[in-house]
């Protein structure tokens, strides 16, 4: 997945009205404004009622599922070997958001302030902050690349990170 690719998916999205964050890998990069590292795939969340919208859009794009784990998340993947991992996001008025989580009564918790700006290419992209980003890295054995994730960021904004 090049930084092409995240802005051609970000403009096709939003072309058909649907508002997606960057997570995961990319969403670091977003932050940090540069890309560090060679991405396998795009984590976006999405709104959860914008679904059949996002879904559309891909799947004119040519976009495919291949792995369905609703309501937590779910795969699409594209002819050309880019691959989405999509999280559906259920919004309160107060602007912040829950995630269906594999422990039934446990969501994953987003507050109003985790969705934030940063940038790919030099372009101004919706990711989640920095704080998300480290609370979603916990609990779970770190890969390299989330290893190196939470050290660009500690490096980057001076915070303390797991592992």
């Given at each position: 997945?090049?930084?092409?690719?995240?802005?051609?998916?970000?403009?096709?999205?939003?072309?058909?009205?649907?508002?997606?964050?960057i997570a995961g890998g990319w969403g670091v990069d977003a932050l940090l404004g540069r890309q560090t590292r060679e991405h396998r795939d795009l984590d976006l969340?999405?709104?959860?009622?914008?679904?059949?919208?996002?879904?559309a859009a891909l799947a004119a794009a040519g976009f495919v599922q291949t792995v369905d784990w609703r309501p937590v998340r779910f795969v699409l993947a594209d002819?050309?070997?880019?691959?989405?991992?999509?999280?559906?996001?259920?919004?309160?008025?107060?602007?912040?958001?829950?995630?269906?989580?594999?422990?039934?009564?446990?969501?994953?918790?987003?507050?109003?302030?985790?969705?934030?700006?940063?940038?790919?290419?030099?372009?101004?992209?919706?990711?989640?902050?920095?704080?998300?980003?480290?609370?979603?890295?916990?609990?779970?054995?770190?890969?390299?690349?989330?290893?190196?994730?939470?050290?660009?960021?500690?490096?980057?904004?001076?915070?303390?990170?797991?592992?």
């Amino acid at each position: 997945m090049t930084a092409d690719d995240v802005l051609e998916i970000l403009a096709l999205l939003g072309g058909a009205g649907a508002r997606v964050w960057i997570a995961g890998g990319w969403g670091v990069d977003a932050l940090l404004g540069r890309q560090t590292r060679e991405h396998r795939d795009l984590d976006l969340l999405h709104r959860q009622e914008q679904e059949p919208t996002v879904l559309a859009a891909l799947a004119a794009a040519g976009f495919v599922q291949t792995v369905d784990w609703r309501p937590v998340r779910f795969v699409l993947a594209d002819g050309h070997g880019r691959e989405l991992d999509l999280h559906p996001l259920a919004f309160a008025a107060d602007g912040s958001a829950t995630q269906a989580s594999p422990d039934p009564g446990q969501p994953f918790a987003y507050p109003a302030s985790c969705f934030v700006t940063g940038t790919v290419r030099g372009t101004a992209v919706p990711c989640l902050s920095v704080e998300q980003q480290v609370h979603f890295h916990q609990g779970y054995d770190p890969r390299p690349c989330d290893r190196e994730d939470m050290a660009q960021l500690r490096r980057a904004f001076g915070v303390a990170t797991h592992f």
